[in-house]
């Protein structure tokens, strides 16, 4: 019987590195690493701050504490189109927390005014009967005025913004379209309002 030789390295046996687990990490490593975080730390801090304070810094028109959004006035012949932008409107104060919204006899200050204008384009043209696109131009006018004096603390009676929708060929869907640009509209009128009312003061 021939019997086959084994060899082994007696440098690898004898290796004290076989022995550590990988999971083992050194001292030094662990430091590195706690080093590294602490300065990816410091370098996200400034834009997570920023980040956080956008559109909840400044005060409050008149200081006041609360506010009441009235129903926009529709001036339009859109149809219910004031109760699209009059949600938005709400919707972003209680998304800020930053000014209650109460009833009108309880509030501080009373936001109101109307859907002023609604103005339609031809953006893109399939032929010269058909419109494959088309924007939609929204103009609001709105006044923020103290609950007690009629004081006006803000106005804005030009505040527009477009969006765009496809022309379908069929009414339902064009205008289930019209509805959602109307919708992303109010929802840009009302973060600048916000943003208006406090980083203005």
């Keep these: 019987m021939i ?16 022995r550590v687990p990988v999971s083992v990490r050194s001292p030094g490593s662990f430091c590195l690493r706690v080093a590294l975080a602490a300065c990816i730390l410091a370098l996200l801090a400034p834009f997570g701050c920023a980040y956080h304070l956008s559109g909840t810094g400044g005060q409050a028109p008149g200081d006041i504490q609360s506010v009441a959004v009235n129903v926009l006035r529709n001036n339009t012949a859109e149809i219910g ?12 104060f209680i998304r800020w927390k ?38 939609v131009t929204v ?4 006044t923020l005025t103290r609950a007690d004096t009629d004081e006006v ?15 379908t060929g069929n009414a339902l869907n064009t205008n289930r379209l019209r509805n959602e640009a109307f919708r992303r509209i109010a929802e840009f009128l009302a973060e600048k309002i916000y943003k208006d009312l406090f980083e203005g003061f």
Excluded: M
């Design 3 to 18: 019997k086959v030789a084994t060899i082994r390295n007696p440098l690898l046996a004898a290796s004290p590195f076989r």
């Design 81 to 92: 189109i004031e109760t699209i932008f009059t949600n938005a409107i709400r919707n972003e």
């Design 98 to 135: 930053r000014l209650p919204i109460k009833p009108a006899n309880e509030a501080e200050a009373v936001l109101g005014g109307s859907v002023a204008r609604i103005r339609t384009d031809r953006a893109t043209y399939l032929d010269r009967n058909r419109t494959l696109q088309t924007r």
């Design 139 to 142: 103009t609001l006018s709105l």
């Design 153 to 167: 603390l803000w106005q804005n009676k030009n505040l527009s913004y477009y969006d765009e929708y496809v022309e």
